[in-house]
């Protein structure tokens, strides 16, 4: 009798705890279903707003979501605005990756490097002009608001996450057939600034700030340096491995399904190896795509090349609506506004101080690098003109993902504020996200119409010879012509190189190209021999 009691004793607490983890379960599975839910209404919404420019999806997610967040609240009584709690190194570890990989995948390699000068000139010279105006009128600014205690850590950090850009709302507004020079610097200028805003951001996690001296500042440079060779090598190297591996086995034989996942776990593994190691997952996993769309993507089948290229950018696409919904709904958190509520007039200012530094910071090097770009050109048609720097400048005033990614991992943990100052950099990071996004982008179509009318000759001002005549983005390879067969003129002396060192190092780089890399790692022109078609994956279809 005792035993059949024990029996029955277990059953029932076996069910019960059976039945709570249910619950829990439940809430859990409730809440993805609705938030994916979501995600398809804002590609559908998306997709009907398609023709009015004016609106992109970044900010129809940011509208959904808070509109979400608004039902949210009211019913859980103001507790609550979020579906799902944010965590940042979810957003680092998993939905940042492939939005970063798939801009090196689909960046069109020429032309990147053909400009590679500028575009390093603005992304990475200007994004340390822009952190110091910043962290420096940070420091200043907030002292005289009192906000709350920041460290000089949180100073610096400050300067990190606002120099982030985000020019999706310019580019989609931007005609790459019209202006391919300034669509490309655009592109390339916030690809890479965000890759320094990040390399950044870590250094400085490293950085000991206990006793400031000369010696730390070239510790500080030193590291930056480190890091950003280092992840930059990273990326290349297992780019390169994965070329190797999938010409040497071809996979391809048997099934392109395994073609298909190598190419995508390999990707994901430069990122997670540059995290391990400490350095830039962002850089390493950008020029890993550039390298694998090289050489890697040339070796695959037909098959796994549709499949790919669609695949890392519907991952690509997926990630960002995921953020800018979620930032929707955190701008509603009751949680950090709570902090601010008794003096809103401080978050105010400081969101006012924020944007007024980004807007200074950023006119700080857009227009001294283009005078200077343009003092080093001779030709008139490569030059940057002065419509095209205002279109530069304001191509990289809003700000977006990377940055809410970095305030998050400043000022929060595991999403949740536990001091003013925090909450109010939290807050203040959501509301120039918000602002940006939503009054600068819908005024961007405006502007660019005004500032760059299609009924402008850019073929005039841009020569087809020495500039882009293609876009920078695109679904289809680059043509044989352009990828390295075409005769470019050999450098003649010194003097040749100094007047246009980018055709001179891209026409050693080709020769190098063609006669060591591609017969090692595979690319155009140098792939395996087709074997007969495979039996399943794909193929089967």
């Known amino acids: 009798m005792l035993s059949n009691l024990k029996v029955m004793g277990l059953d029932v607490v076996a069910r019960f705890g059976v039945s709570m983890l249910s619950d829990d379960d439940q809430v859990s599975v409730d809440s993805i279903t609705l938030f994916v839910a979501l995600l398809c209404g804002c590609i559908v919404i998306g997709h009907l707003l398609e ?25 859980t ?47 990475a010279v200007g994004t340390l002009i822009s952190f110091s105006i910043i962290s420096f009128g940070a420091k200043e600014l907030f002292g005289k608001l009192d906000i709350g205690f920041l460290e000089l850590r949180d100073y610096l950090a400050i300067g990190a996450i606002f120099s982030a850009t985000d020019s999706v ?12 020079l300034l669509y490309s610097l655009v592109f390339g200028e916030g690809v890479v600034n965000d890759a320094t805003s990040v390399v950044l951001f ?45 010409k040497k086995i071809y996979l391809g034989r048997h099934s392109t399904d395994r073609e298909v996942a190598l190419m995508i776990l390999m990707a994901y593994l430069s990122y997670v190896m540059a995290e391990l190691f400490d350095l830039s997952g962002i850089l390493t ?59 809103p007039g401080k978050s105010v200012g400081v969101s006012a101080a924020l944007l007024g530094l980004v807007l200074v910071g950023r006119a700080c090097f857009v227009f001294p690098l283009s005078l200077l770009c343009n003092c080093l050109k001779r030709s008139k048609h490569d030059k940057i003109g002065f419509k095209q720097q205002v279109t530069i400048w ?9 940055s809410m990614a970095l ?56 020569s087809s010879k020495q500039s882009f005549v293609c876009p920078l983005l ?25 007047k246009k060192p980018s055709h001179t190092i891209h026409y050693y780089w080709r020769k190098f190209d063609d006669a060591f890399m591609r017969p090692l790692f595979g690319g155009r022109g140098f792939v395996p021999d087709a074997p007969e078609l495979s039996k399943g994956g794909c193929d089967q279809y």
């Open 169 to 180: 709302c310019t580019l989609q507004v931007l005609n790459q057939d019209e202006t391919p």
């Open 202 to 246: 870590n250094a400085i996690q490293k950085l000991d700030l206990s006793n400031i001296n000369s010696r730390v500042a070239l510790s500080f440079t030193g590291n930056f340096f480190y890091l950003f060779l280092a992840s930059t090598l990273l990326g290349v190297s297992v780019g390169l491995l994965s070329a190797y591996l999938i």
């Open 77 to 123: 009584n103001g507790k609550s605005s979020h579906l799902l709690e944010f965590d940042e190194q979810l957003f680092f570890i998993y939905v940042l990756p492939p939005i970063i990989f798939n801009a090196g995948f689909q960046v069109k390699k020429k032309q990147f490097f053909r400009n590679f000068m500028t575009i390093m000139l603005f992304g």
């Open 394 to 402: 304001w191509a990289g005033l809003m700000r977006g993902s990377v």
């Open 474 to 498: 695109t679904n289809k390879q680059e043509p044989e012509a352009e990828m390295g067969n075409v005769d470019f003129r050999r450098p003649a002396s010194l003097s040749m190189l100094l």
């Open 407 to 462: 305030a998050y991992n400043q000022f929060t943990r595991f999403g949740h504020t536990q001091q003013p100052g925090n909450a109010v950099m939290i807050t203040s990071t959501i509301t120039i996200v918000l602002f940006s996004t939503v009054v600068f982008g819908l005024i961007t179509k405006p502007l660019v119409r005004f500032l760059l009318p299609s009924s402008q000759d850019f073929s005039s001002m841009i």
């Open 285 to 343: 996993v950008f020029f890993c795509g550039i390298v694998m769309s090289h050489y890697t993507w040339h070796n695959v089948t037909d098959n796994s090349k549709v499949t790919t290229r669609h695949a890392f950018a519907t991952l690509s696409f997926i990630a960002e609506i995921f953020i800018f919904l979620y930032v929707g709904m955190d701008a509603l958190d009751i949680e950090k506004w709570r902090f601010v509520k008794n003096s």
């Open 51 to 75: 023709e009015n420019r004016w609106i992109n999806e970044s900010v129809t997610a940011l509208a959904i979501g808070l509109g979400t967040g608004g039902i949210i609240l009211l019913t």
